[in-house]
Structure formats: C-alpha cells, structure tokens
C-alpha cells in the first residue's frame, strides 16, 4: 500500500538559511500534519491542513510557514533557521472521515550548523 | 493544556508480556493511540481506541482504557526482539473543525532481552 512520502529524507543547512521540506500523502487523504521531533523528545504538532486550508495550529514558529497544494502535497518553509530548528520533521496525513487513523511518513532530518 | 506522561523505560525478556501505561489529563480526549517508533524510523500506528470503549484487543496488542483515572495500556503477548523500540502513546481532542492533531507521550522505550 501507499505510503507518506517525505523528501528530502536529510537536508544540512546553515544557520540564518532557508528549508522547505515537501510531503505527499497517501492518495485521497485529504488531511495533512507536521511535526516536530526533537533529539530524544516526543513529536510537536506544528500545523495541518484539511482541503489546502489551515485546519489547526500548534507550536509552530513565526519563521515557519506551510501550505497544502491542489494535489493535496503539503509544503513545510522554515527561513532564518536556528541551530534549535534541528530536528526530525514529520509529515501525516489521514481522511477527513473517519478522521482517526493518521498515518506518518519516514520524516526528514534536518540539521543546522 | 495535553499533558500524556509516560515511564521512560521497559525491559522484559523475550516470550514475556510487556505492559506499557500511560496517563493523559484531557479528559475530552476522544480518540487514543498507540504508535512504534523503531531507531531513525517513523512512527508506525499499532493500534487506537475511542474513548467510549475501555478494551481493544488486536492480535497479541490489548490496550486497556480507564477513562476514570485516565490511564491507557498496551500490553504486548508473547514479546519478540523485533518489538524493541519506543512506544508512543498519543491522545486527540477532536478540534472543532475536525482535525485530528496528536499531542504525544514522553515515549517508552522497550527493550527485550533474548
């Protein structure tokens, strides 16, 4: 069966440098959702969005941005990135109904320096 | 604000039980889950719950649910070295606009002795 698809799977970048991190969900899954995860933390909920609009919103900074595209892929921009940004970023996605299974793609690991 | 707490660590031997709690303090919570997390790997969905139900079982997965005292259980049957991983578990309020976003626990980390 299809899965999430994250990419890149790593990404380096520098500190004040821009990222943008792409997902495609599982076809006709509607919904979208990124988080973060930290080195030895639990997953963050950033952002989602049901039907290309924003649906909630999480601990999601200001330098960060997302949209939800007309194909349903989903587009994470992190700009001035910080050594804190550091992180595995992952991608769900899920039906609007039923609304409880949310599948998570690989994630992308993004690194600082 | 979703506080789920979990205990950081689990050893059991292999062909044991192992039982992995977790208390939450939403008590809207709506759905629960359980997922795996194997190193550098993903989040696996094992298994959810509805709120309204206080037993699931799913081939050697039971999770156990006491909305009272808003603890959630995973027990797995017959534990294998291949179920060594970290085990989240999640809870959702249900938004109001139907979205689903999973606030997760501090994780357990499951080692299994062979």
């Known amino acids: 069966a299809a899965g999430v698809i994250q990419s890149p799977r790593h990404l380096i970048k520098e500190k004040r440098e821009t990222a943008t991190l792409k997902c495609y969900p599982i076809p006709r899954h509607d919904t979208v959702y990124w988080y973060q995860q930290g080195p030895g933390q639990d997953p963050q909920f950033l952002i989602s969005f049901y039907e290309k609009m924003q649906s909630d919103k999480g601990s999601i900074p200001d330098r960060f941005s997302a949209q939800q595209f007309s194909d349903y892929h989903s587009e994470l921009n992190m700009s001035s990135l910080e050594l804190g940004d550091s992180a595995l970023y992952f991608c769900?996605?899920?039906?609007?109904?039923?609304?409880?299974?949310?599948?998570f793609g690989p994630g992308t690991r993004l690194t600082v320096t | 604000g979703e506080d789920v707490e979990q205990s950081l660590f689990l050893s059991v031997r292999e062909g044991d039980s192992s039982v992995i709690n977790c208390t939450y303090t939403d008590s809207s919570s709506t759905y629960l889950y359980w997922y795996k997390q194997e190193p550098g790997a993903g989040l696996q969905l094992l298994t959810y719950?509805?709120?309204?139900?206080d037993m699931k079982q799913d081939q050697r997965l039971t999770v156990l649910l006491n909305k009272k005292d808003k603890h959630l259980s995973l027990r797995i049957a017959d534990t294998q070295t291949g179920d060594s991983a970290i085990y989240f578990c999640?809870?959702?309020?249900?938004?109001?606009?139907?979205?689903?976003?999973?606030?997760f626990g501090t994780g357990t980390r499951l080692t299994v002795i062979p």
């Open positions: 719950i509805f709120s309204n139900m």
């Open positions: 769900a996605s899920s039906l609007r109904t039923p609304i409880y299974e949310q599948y």
């Open positions: 999640a809870e959702s309020p249900g938004s109001q606009t139907g979205a689903n976003n999973l606030f």
